[in-house]
């Protein structure tokens, strides 16, 4: 009888303890934050000429990025008028006037 129990006990915790080991659930996929395009344009082809503390530490608002990366492609950076757009963009939205 004790065998028998004891058989039971031993039975009825393998039978818990297996219960939750099935397959692991796939953890949901973490979004990768999307990078703006103007980013990568900013890094290749203005900080060649500045170094980016002095893009950080400008702080301007759109207009005068704008006048800022017009008066960069007349002394000679190569962007083309959608890369130029980009740019602009991205400055304006990563540091804005405060």
Known sequence: MKTRALVIIIVGMIILTTVGCGP???PEPTPTPEVHKG???VASRCIGCHDL???KNAKYDRD???M???RMVLS???LSDEQTDLV???L????PKE
């Open 88 to 90: 602009v963009d991205y």
């Open 39 to 41: 980013k990568a344009l």
């Open 64 to 66: 005068s990025w704008q």
């Open 76 to 78: 000679g950076a190569e």
């Open 92 to 95: 304006a939205l990563s540091y």
């Open 53 to 55: 503390n002095r893009v």
């Open 24 to 26: 692991a659930p796939t």
């Open 68 to 70: 800022t990366v017009d």
